[in-house]
Every structure is written in structure tokens, then in C-alpha cells.
């Protein structure tokens, strides 16, 4: 993922701001079952198959057993049915997949006129079966709130038949009026506001809770020291999140590397697990995940 990304980040403030004072309504300040995950974008990078193990023919099956989650960016490009229904049947139970809405629903249309669109997509998604998480879009960066309507009535539309979360990207909704309106339109409608933590766009990262469901995409920058100071901040954040009412968590990793998601995802989970969540442990031993071999960490 590109959006947000600066070529030099050393003036850059990293510093996650306090949780928007909805939050506290949101969450309901009870702890209770929690379900927490870490994911990437993608299964077929080389990289990222040599890291996990396995080779090209089971690389999903292979991440599925190593992550609990996948954000399925490749549905923005296109999809079918019978893709969805494979890569339902190749993951292990209790996996989740997040499916992107096509760019002819989200880009081409800009959520207008697309219910025969949105119909097929949500038709076609549904042969993940149990393996479906939340549908997800990202409105275009030239979208703001003089769409606020559009959105409106996309969102009360849909959010009453499945599962879904929004990214936007024009810099007008994180401010004032439009903010407000937002937030209050997707908490009343059930839809998550996904929370973007990169360089470029810190008020992406707008911590506002808009359900018991958190959607994280966080955009490292090859390694840098930095990248694992901000994860550590999110394991801070996250926990205090499930320790007052939060019920679900994914976090996508993002690198231009993508095998450098791994090390992301294990030092995430490492904060997490001093929090006294855990991650991915508890998924690769239920899942059956085999790490591979140090000789083919050598070639």
C-alpha cells in the first residue's frame, strides 16, 4: 500500500493520539471475549512464501496455517466465484479472509448505482463460507464529504446485510462537522472506521471506535527502528481497547517488501503477548503451522 508514503520519515511524529472521546461510549468499559488478529495482504509473494514455508501450490494454506487473517486486496481487481470457493476450501477453521470491494463498486461508480454490483460481490464472497470476515473499501482520495449522501445511503444499504468497514482518504473527514457526522453514521449503522497508520497521513490513524471491532492497516517502512516502536504502541493500545469492551482486532501489515511483513507480524505479536494477549502462538499450535527448516532458510 502506497497511500501515505514518504520517502523521508525522519521528521515524522508517530505519536498515536488519545482515543476520540466516542470510544468510551462504543466499548461499554467491560472486558470480555476477545478476538484478536494479525494479516497481511497477500499469500503468493516469493518472499513471503519463503518465509512461511511451503511452495506456490500450498502458499495459502501455508500462510493460513502461520496468520490468522488475510485482507484479500485482490478482490479490488476482480474476483470469482469459484476463486472464493478454493480459497475457502484451502484454510484451516476459524481462519478469516476480509475481502475488498471490487474498484467498479468503490472507484468506478463511487457507491453509486452499484447494487447489481454489490449484489454479485456479496453473493460471490459468501463461498468463503465460515473463512468470510468483514467486507472492506477504501473510498478514493478525491472523495470527501461533499459525498457524505452517497456514503449515507451505500452504508444504510448494506450494513444491515453484511459485515462491513470503510477507509477514507480525503482530508476533510478527520476534520470538524464532518468528522462528527461520519463517525456518528457509521457507529448508528454498524460499520467500522478503519484506523491507517502511515507517514504521510497521521490523522488517518484517527483512533475513533465506531464498533466493537477494530480494523488496523499499518503501513511499516522497511524495518526502520521506528516500525517496531509504533507496533509496540498498538499492542499498548489494542490491549487497553480489549481490556474495556473491544471484541475483535485485525491488523494488517503492510511492507513494499512483503516477506518484511513477518518480521512486523512476529514483533506484534511479541508486544501483544507482553500485554498478555497472544497471537499468533495459540493460532500456529491450533492450526498446525510448521515453521521451515533452517536448511531452507540458508538457499
Known amino acids: 500500500?502506497?497511500?501515505?508514503?514518504?520517502?523521508d520519515i525522519s521528521g515524522v511524529d508517530w505519536t498515536l493520539p488519545p482515543?476520540?472521546?466516542?470510544?468510551?461510549?462504543?466499548?461499554?468499559?467491560?472486558?470480555?471475549?476477545?478476538?484478536l488478529r494479525i494479516g497481511v495482504a497477500t499469500?503468493?509473494?516469493?518472499?513471503?512464501?519463503?518465509?512461511l514455508g511451503g511452495g506456490a501450490r500450498n502458499a495459502l494454506g501455508t500462510h493460513a496455517r502461520a496468520l490468522p487473517a488475510n485482507e484479500l486486496n485482490s478482490t479490488f481487481y476482480g474476483d470469482t466465484e469459484e476463486r472464493f470457493a478454493r480459497w475457502g476450501s484451502q484454510v484451516p477453521r476459524g481462519f478469516l479472509f476480509c475481502p475488498k470491494l471490487p474498484s467498479r463498486i468503490s472507484h468506478e461508480r463511487v457507491l453509486e448505482g452499484a447494487d447489481e454490483?454489490?449484489?454479485?460481490?456479496?453473493?460471490?464472497?459468501?463461498?468463503?463460507?465460515?473463512?468470510?470476515?468483514p467486507l472492506w473499501f477504501a473510498l478514493p482520495p478525491f472523495v470527501g464529504p461533499p459525498a457524505f449522501d452517497v456514503l449515507r445511503a451505500f452504508v444504510e444499504r448494506w450494513s444491515g446485510e453484511v459485515d462491513l468497514a470503510?477507509?477514507?482518504r480525503e482530508e476533510r473527514w478527520f476534520r470538524g462537522r464532518a468528522r462528527a457526522d461520519l463517525g456518528a453514521l457509521l457507529r448508528d449503522n454498524g460499520v467500522t472506521w478503519i484506523l491507517t497508520d502511515t507517514a504521510g497521513r497521521r490523522d488517518a490513524a484517527h483512533m475513533t471506535l465506531t464498533t466493537r471491532q477494530a480494523f488496523v492497516r499499518f503501513v511499516g517502512n522497511g524495518l526502520d527502528p521506528t516500525d517496531s516502536t509504533r507496533l509496540d504502541a498498538w499492542a499498548a493500545r489494542i490491549a487497553g481497547w480489549a481490556r474495556t469492551g473491544l471484541e475483535r482486532a485485525f491488523v494488517f501489515l503492510h511492507q513494499r517488501d512483503e516477506a518484511q511483513t513477518i518480521d512486523l507480524a512476529e514483533h506484534l505479536?511479541?508486544?501483544?503477548?507482553?500485554?498478555?494477549?497472544?497471537?499468533?502462538?495459540p493460532w500456529r499450535e491450533g492450526s498446525g503451522h510448521a515453521p521451515p527448516c533452517k536448511q531452507l532458510d540458508l538457499f
Open 166 to 168: 470503510v477507509e477514507v
Open 269 to 281: 505479536d511479541a508486544a501483544l503477548t507482553r500485554e498478555g494477549f497472544p497471537v499468533l502462538g
Open 43 to 51: 499469500w503468493s509473494d516469493s518472499g513471503l512464501v519463503a518465509r
Open 117 to 133: 454490483e454489490m449484489r454479485g460481490f456479496v453473493e460471490r464472497s459468501a463461498r468463503l463460507g465460515a473463512s468470510c470476515g
Open 19 to 35: 482515543d476520540d472521546p466516542s470510544c468510551a461510549g462504543v466499548l461499554g468499559g467491560a472486558a470480555g471475549e476477545v478476538d
Open 1 to 7: 500500500m502506497e497511500f501515505g508514503r514518504l520517502d
